[in-house]
């Protein structure tokens, strides 16, 4: 696991030139983009979700594009549309912007239902269908979604069946004081971004995504999983819990941040770790919890102190 845990290294240093102070949230990042999941960032505007799509993008030689989700906006407009060529006497697939390997959903909020819905079988099956052909999408893929959580004036709620599919939901939030000054003095001249080498290439990528899914997982530890996310599901202030997609996408989050530290086998620790990231944004709240403002984070906060953690082999016990 010492290639993964190196490639993320390297990932992560060219990330930190354009984005400051941010570590744990580049960390979570790459741990989706190792599982090959999709990314939901919910934050104000200004503190840097497009940047560091684009560094992410430009640091693996990814093709990337934008996507301005408005209430205008058309499910064509994503996935691409059949135009009739004259010349040739036939219809002609032109793609969408969804067709890139790193794509920036920006506000994807703020798009109708019929628009967010377009992302669904992109997310889903890794491919989108126009006139009843479907459309491979290019490997790897990731979308980076994000949202306002404060303005919620003209936007139109993403529904379970898509919140459900991104694989982890993460929070920038404002720098540090001397991270913005940094960041202010690294601008100076030119914007770091345009100065960013790419420091991993895809098939190198789609190595190391191979390689993180050989992992070991202790049934003992794969039996933590399902219990916790078993949990939300029984809790009182919660509506509707986790899915089974949720208990799949922790125990993949999990032997992604064993590999980037250098482990093949999962300790519950990574578990712990990785659950609020990986399971509040799936679960909804009852109306008498929301009206008490329980929040999702202290469920799972409580969900990890109540639900036992079992008692794995010792680290020379681990392998198969």
């Not at 303005?151 to 139109?156: K, Q």
């Not at 898509?162 to 001249?189: T, W």
């Not at 941040?257 to 609020?276: C, M, N, Q, S, T």
Request: aromatic share 6%; charged share 25%; hydrophobic share 40%.
């Amino acid at each position: 696991m010492k290639t993964v845990q190196r490639a993320v290294e390297r990932i992560t240093k060219n990330i930190k030139q354009v984005i400051f102070g941010k570590e744990k949230e580049i960390q979570l990042i790459l741990l989706d983009l190792l599982c090959e999941g999709h990314l939901l960032i919910e934050d104000v505007p200004g503190v840097g979700k497009t940047m560091l799509a684009r560094a992410l993008a430009q640091s693996l030689g990814c093709t990337f594009s934008r996507i301005q989700f408005t209430p205008d906006l058309l499910p064509s407009d994503v996935t691409g549309v059949s135009i009739y060529n004259q010349k040739a006497r036939e219809f002609e697939f032109r793609p969408g912007p969804i067709l890139s390997q790193i794509v920036l959903a920006d506000e994807v909020n703020r798009a109708t239902p019929k628009t967010q819905s377009a992302l669904l079988e992109a997310m889903g099956e890794q491919q989108v269908t126009v006139d009843g052909t479907s459309y491979p999408l290019p490997r790897p893929f990731l979308v980076l979604a994000t949202q306002n959580p404060i303005e919620y004036e003209g936007t139109f709620p993403l529904p379970e069946a898509q919140i459900d599919r991104f694989l982890v939901r993460i929070h920038l939030g404002y720098p540090r004081e001397i991270d913005e000054v940094a960041m202010i003095d690294s601008q100076q001249y030119e914007h770091p971004l345009l100065t960013l080498d790419k420091v991993l290439g895809v098939t190198e990528l789609r190595e190391i995504q191979k390689r993180v899914r050989e992992v070991y997982v202790n049934n003992l530890v794969k039996k933590y999983i399902v219990r916790l996310v078993h949990a939300t599901r029984t809790h009182p202030d919660v509506y509707l819990g986790a899915s089974p997609r949720g208990s799949l996408a922790l125990y993949k989050m999990a032997q992604a941040r064993a590999a980037i530290f250098g482990r093949d086998y999962v300790i519950p620790d990574d578990i712990k770790e990785l659950a609020k990231p990986t399971l509040a944004h799936r679960l909804i709240i009852g109306p008498a919890a929301r009206l008490k403002d329980v929040q999702a984070d202290l469920i799972i906060e409580e969900l990890l102190h109540t639900v036992p953690v079992p008692r794995t082999p010792s680290q020379g016990q681990q392998g198969r």
